[in-house]
């Protein structure tokens, strides 16, 4: 399978963007999906989780109430909007596939490539 992340860019604090994710072949609906992201010098972090079929979502606290993911199986597509940005929400952000949800990058199976969002002050 074969994930591409696009939709990063420069916004300012107080800013939104919107993250798609675009998955090959024909088992996409079969798998959760999530985004996790990586600031310069600190680990990959857990950002947002959906389930297959987008019954359940899960958040990291550190976005709650301000990111939104969601999911179109038709189009094999996962989505992060991203609302009221602030400059710690820089970072690499990369979508990721998984059997279930999953909430820590080892439980990944397939990783996207990334894509930057950087926050201006």
């Known amino acids: 399978v074969q994930l591409q992340a696009s939709g990063g860019g420069l916004v300012q604090a107080g800013g939104s963007l919107r993250l798609s994710c675009a998955a090959s072949?024909?088992?996409?609906?079969?798998?959760?999906m999530g985004w996790f992201r990586q600031a310069a010098g600190k680990e990959r972090e857990f950002v947002a989780a959906i389930t297959w079929n987008g019954g359940s979502t899960y958040y990291a606290d550190s976005v709650k109430g301000r990111f939104t993911i969601s999911r179109d199986n038709a189009k094999n597509t996962v989505y992060l909007q991203m609302n009221s940005l602030k400059p710690e929400d820089t970072a690499v952000y990369y979508c990721?596939?998984?059997?279930?949800?999953?909430?820590?990058?080892?439980?990944?199976?397939?990783w996207g490539q990334g894509t930057l969002v950087t926050v201006s002050s």
């Open positions: 990721a596939r998984s059997l279930g949800i999953a909430t820590t990058p080892a439980s990944v199976s397939s």
């Open positions: 072949g024909r088992t996409f609906g079969a798998y959760g």
